[in-house]
């Protein structure tokens, strides 16, 4: 997908949030979806070093259909990004910038979302056809710093801050004045063998905060 399909479908998403589901196994991910899609989640990431994750992507495409997109996280071969493609995965998400992953994806069709630190390797990711930036560690990332990014970066190119963001309006005000478009959430959202129920008292926490920030 190419960077302006991606951020003209993002820009009408009322939850421009994606959800990191790093250890979700097969048996909790159909339940996991649904719970996800009910409150308002339409971008699911099961990351490669999760029990099974192929066969989760699967399952959560069947839930899923044409109501969003599933992929993986931690995406970091060429071959894993044939795989996701294989079982039915339309999201590839890396922690890091390499063009050839990128250039792969965007073969293949798939939205790509490469992790990037600083502006070289945000403009190796543009120019390798990365369908949007995940900045990462956002840790490390201040909104200050993504003000920075954004004075270099083409606003056509989503920005997606992803690493310790809270159910938190004020945070992510900060981030979104500053020019971030959307989020990734961890493990603020879920970890591996929480329960269904804490998983959806979560997301509705950060669903909450998201249409109060947006207020």
Request: hydrophobic fraction near 45%; proline fraction near 7%.
């Amino acid at each position: 997908m190419s960077p302006e399909s991606f951020i003209a479908q993002w820009q009408k998403e009322p939850l421009p949030l994606v959800a990191i589901l790093r250890g979700i196994t097969p048996a909790e991910a159909t339940q996991a979806a649904e719970i996800l899609l009910e409150c308002g989640f339409r971008y699911l990431e099961v990351p490669l070093n999760s029990p099974s994750p192929l066969e989760s992507i699967s399952l959560m495409r069947d839930v899923v259909g044409k109501r969003g997109y599933v992929g993986a996280g931690t995406v970091l071969t060429v071959e894993q990004v044939t795989a996701v493609a294989e079982c039915g995965g339309q999201l590839i998400i890396s922690p890091n910038c390499c063009p050839e992953v990128i250039r792969h994806t965007r073969q293949l069709g798939l939205v790509s979302l490469p992790g990037v630190m600083t502006p070289s390797e945000a403009f190796s990711a543009m120019n390798a056809g990365a369908s949007a930036l995940k900045l990462f560690p956002a840790e490390h990332i201040s909104p200050a710093i993504t003000k920075a990014f954004r004075a270099v970066i083409p606003p056509v190119m989503a920005c997606l801050p992803v690493g310790g963001i809270q159910a938190d309006a004020a945070q992510m005000r900060s981030y979104i004045q500053a020019g971030a478009n959307g989020f990734g959430l961890g493990g603020g959202l879920y970890q591996a063998g929480m329960s269904m129920a804490v998983l959806r008292e979560r997301a509705q926490a950060y669903q909450q905060a998201w249409r109060e920030c947006a207020e």
